[in-house]
């Protein structure tokens, strides 16, 4: 996922060089959590509880070292959740990613946003302490049921990246946003940017595109308008822009390729400099695309992209 | 296009109603009847001036002072015991001024008063008229039974009877109303379009309007309306021009001509039209929406050709224009060969992806008008992106518009409604069984009931339905009769009947000539023929309807082997039935639960050739057919998907390209992906690339070289596109 314009270039330097980081320290471990709560009705608990075993297996098969924990059905109560919340904030590390889906039914009484579950329900100023507790540096909440807008306030922090399937807590019908959120992590076309990987940005992107076009097909009024927070404070939006956008574009979801595998070969540090370079003359190319001369554009463009997949040639050689 | 003149209208009564005054409105309204204008303003002028509220209503009324007439009736009509003409006339004034539903209360309140006042029923009928309501003539009758000396109510009759094209009783009510006032003007303008649609001269009758009032123009205009409805739109041209030079400030013709212009596919002249009649106060819904219609038109991009032009909203239109541009040329040259001739100027298409703006165009026109309508060469039509996936098939309603420009060309534009719909609607079946006139419950019905019209009065039930499915019926039943036509005489029948149409013959007149037979001998064969066909159906559709509630409660409670046993049963009574809880979709839901994907293939199929169309069953069907191998079905049955909702349907797209690619059929393979690409997909590199391949395989390698860039432009990273791109720059060829 990539801004447009200049902010699309900064971010590209911002994501080369957490890659960097990576490659240095190694590969930190990520601690997903997935919920699907209270149904209410046997087509609701099917539908939740189906959702959320198909992100435990996209999650567990994408990577065998993830730290995956689902809870659904008679599990999916408060103190399982809190039990489970505690257990990743025991284990997980500052480096360590948090991504924490919440499936299901939801409601905000004006004041405080509720998340339903099996007995009691949960808070959103409940969820938010428990993921304080967890030490990792970069999370990931993404609350999909309806009303989830309004469990932002509560859930945003610097480091956090908030998604919620609805942009306030008024949109109260049941949300479809949840669907096209599984889907996403199982269409390798999310992968817009095609890096092996889809990022929390894209996963979004391609959620509310889905879920935009299902009201459409249906000539239906959208009751539903997904948003987010990844800058820990005011009010969320739906698209990236002053400062929103950079965490979640960062936030790797899920990996789908070995592609990272072949960066970390020491003897091609070479290429990987000179892949970063053309990278960044192609960030700046397109950045500059509105004021140049069209055929001079083209030239340029197509000079550093045939560069570029003779450097990644190399590379995977 | 029924305001012109409806001050006139009820005329008489003003004289009733009168008070006493320097004048009384009715001497006014005569004065403007007759033409002098400037004695009338001074006579309404003296109205507004007195001491009586109705008075001075007619008299600002006169004066063109809406609200001021208004706010007098309002007053005039406060007393308990003010006379029921009052309200009537301002039940008038408001019809007048757009506003039908208000009107329309005040005639009812009046006669819940006084249940026998005629010209309240006359107003009701001319506020249905303007509808195309099919109580129009019934409460026109009723008015004449209650007061057999209005003049007016004859008029109207004679309107209805010439807009469903019953010329003889148009004429005969025309000559009532003459006979009851000497000066009937709008009587006389209602022969003069009986004589201009017949191709006679309308001079005769126009001299008789001229030696009453030389600046009526109202009646041209009123024979400009008739002829818009006779599909004559050029000529309605010549007439609403002749209405505004006779009376320059007689908005409404301005309004109809800037409407007609715009039928016609032209911009410029029909905005100025518009405007005119705009900022002199005539803000009718059609005059405002066609306006706006009009500014909306800088978002639409225009594709020309030798044969077509296109006009397609920006957002669709790279989706929209290789299918749309690719299905017009295939049915001009099927009509071309289908009816010896050439159109003598391309065709002009407009598609809407907004309802709203398409129902703009069919403003003021009778009949459904919901899917796609014609003016001549210019073909207006909902874009699939307007309606609920699986509602509309474009290709089909396209070959329809198209018989209709065809026809209307060949025949002059002489041709009866039943006729050039009933020919359409074959036209659909003719290109593709699936696309043919479903026989649907509410036709099952009618046959039972035995409400299917005489051919002689089938017009009728497209322009006045006078039950709410008529108007479906008469569309089953036009095209259900030319497919008699064709069963008993054979498709060249069709054909000389379009040329006997074009030489002004009658309905009856044709099917003696080229049939043989007398109209009553025909509709008993017809008759016959469909009970023959659909009697059964219809006689035990009743049975039908429990058996089918049957099956869809044993499919709900999961009795899947009760519906496997039952359904072919019930299938069988009704095959034709597509619609919700169609048996096709049950049965196939039990085997798909049996885990029998050929049974639910084969029910599946079965749905799609009976013309079934949710795009979500018919993607089902692709799956499995895919799945069993049959590519080839799952591509055909994916490209029926095409003409039933190509927009916002990125995974039609992707999925066909990639069949046809399979089977290499690249220039296939490369429509899929160019629709891919401008469905604005979330993966817009791989769509990109995709369609690079596809340009790579059929030996393009510019544009494959174009699209690969285009892919790595979004995605300089992606790995299958560099490939492509080094092996396209590394080719000896490049």
Known sequence: MRYAGQLG?????????????????????????????????????????????????????ADNTAHVFTLTGAQATTSQLKETLSAVARDAKADDAFVLILIGHGSFDGVEYKFNLVGPDVTAGEIAAMCDRIPSRRQLVVDTTSASGGAIPALERPGRAVIAATKSGTEKNATVFARYWVEALQDPAADTDKSDSISAMEAFAYATTKTAAFYDSQKRLATEHAVFDDVGHGEPVRASGNGQGALMSSFTLLRLGTSQQAANDPAKKGLLAKKEELEQKIDTLKYQKAAMDPADYKTQLTAALLELAKVQEGLDK | MRRFASSLVLLSMCAAGAVASAAVPADCWSLRKHG???????????????????????????????????????????????????????????????????????????????????????????????????????????????????????????????????????????????????????????????????DRSPDPWFAKIAAINLGYGEAYARVGHQLEMHYRYEDAVTYYRRAVKADPRLWAAHSALGIDLMRMGKEDEPRAELELSYNNGYRDAATVNSLRLLDSYKNFKTFRDETTILKLKKTEADLLQPYM???????????????????????????????????????????????????????????????????????????????????????????????????????????SQEWSDRVTPEVLIAIREKKLLPLAALDRGFVYPEYPSQVV??????????????????????????????????????????????????????????????????????????????????????????????????????????????????????????????????????????????????????????????????????????????????????????????????????????AVVASSPVDKAGAEFHLAQAYLAAGQKDKAQESVLAALEVAPGYRPAQKMLLELNQSPEK
């Open chain 2, 325 to 431: 541009q690719a299905e017009l040329h295939t049915i001009i040259v099927t009509y071309e060969k289908k009816y010896r001739m050439k159109l003598p100027a391309p065709v002009q298409l407009e598609v809407y992806p907004d309802h709203e703006d398409f129902a703009v165009r069919t403003m003021g026109m009778p009949g459904l008008g919901a899917l796609g309508v014609t003016f001549g060469e210019v073909v207006a039509m909902d874009s699939p992106s307007a309606r609920k996936p699986g509602d509309f098939n474009w290709g089909a309603t396209l070959w329809h518009e198209m018989s209709h420009v065809y026809i209307l060309t060949a025949t002059n534009h002489r041709v009866p409604r039943w006729f050039t719909e009933g020919l359409a609607v074959h036209e659909e079946g003719e290109h």
């Open chain 2, 36 to 198: 002098h204008r400037q004695e009338a303003q001074a006579c309404f002028d003296g109205l507004m001036r007195g001491g009586d509220a109705y008075a001075r209503a007619e008299g600002f009324w006169g004066l063109e002072e809406w609200e001021q007439a208004n706010e007098q009736f309002r007053l005039a009509t406060q007393p308990a015991n003010s006379k029921a003409v009052y309200k009537v006339r301002w039940g008038m004034l408001l019809h007048e001024r757009f506003n039908n539903p208000q009107a329309a209360d005040l005639f009812r309140e009046t006669l819940a008063k006084e249940p026998s006042n005629g010209e309240a029923y006359l107003g009701l009928a001319i506020v249905s008229a303007d509808g195309f309501d099919g109580k129009a003539t019934e409460y026109a009758a009723k008015a004449i039974e209650l007061d057999p000396k209005l003049s007016g109510a004859h008029e109207l009759m004679a309107n209805l009877a010439l807009e469903n094209d019953d010329r003889d009783l148009a004429i005969a009510e025309a000559d009532k109303a003459l006979a009851l006032d000497k000066d009937a003007m709008d009587a006389m303008a209602v022969h003069a379009a009986v004589e201009l649609i017949a």
């Open chain 1, 9 to 61: 270039l900064r971010l590209r330097i911002v994501i080369l060089s957490a890659v960097v980081a990576v490659t240095v320290q190694g590969r930190a471990a990520v601690y997903y959590v997935v919920v699907a709560g209270l149904g209410g009705e046997p087509d609701y608990e099917q539908r939740f509880t189906a959702a959320a075993k198909d992100l435990d297996k996209v999650f567990k098969a």
């Open chain 2, 473 to 674: 019926v008469s569309y089953f039943q036009g095209g259900s009769i030319c497919d008699f036509v064709k069963a008993k005489w054979g498709e060249e029948k069709l054909l000389e009947m379009v040329h006997s149409y074009a030489q002004s013959k009658t309905t009856a007149q044709v099917v003696q000539q080229d049939l043989g037979l007398a109209l009553e001998e025909f509709d008993k064969q017809y008759l016959a023929w469909i009970d023959k066909k659909y009697g059964g159906e219809a006689a035990h559709f009743d049975e039908w309807r429990e058996k089918l509630k049957a099956l869809v409660v044993a499919s709900q409670q999961k009795q899947y082997d009760k519906v496997l046993a039952q359904g072919p049963a019930v299938l069988a009574m009704y095959p034709e039935y597509v619609g919700d809880a169609n048996v096709y979709e049950l049965m196939a839901e039990a085997d798909r639960v049996n885990g029998d994907a050929k049974a639910e293939a084969a029910a599946l199929t079965a749905y799609e050739h009976e013309g079934g169309q949710d795009p979500a069953v018919l993607k089902r069907l692709a799956t499995l057919e895919e799945g069993a191998g049959r590519q080839a079905e799952a591509a055909a049955t994916l490209a029926r998907l095409n003409y039933i909702y190509p927009v916002k349907n990125e995974e039609l797209h992707r999925r066909l390209g990639d069949l046809l690619y399979g089977k290499k059929q690249y220039d296939g393979a490369i429509r899929e992906y160019v």
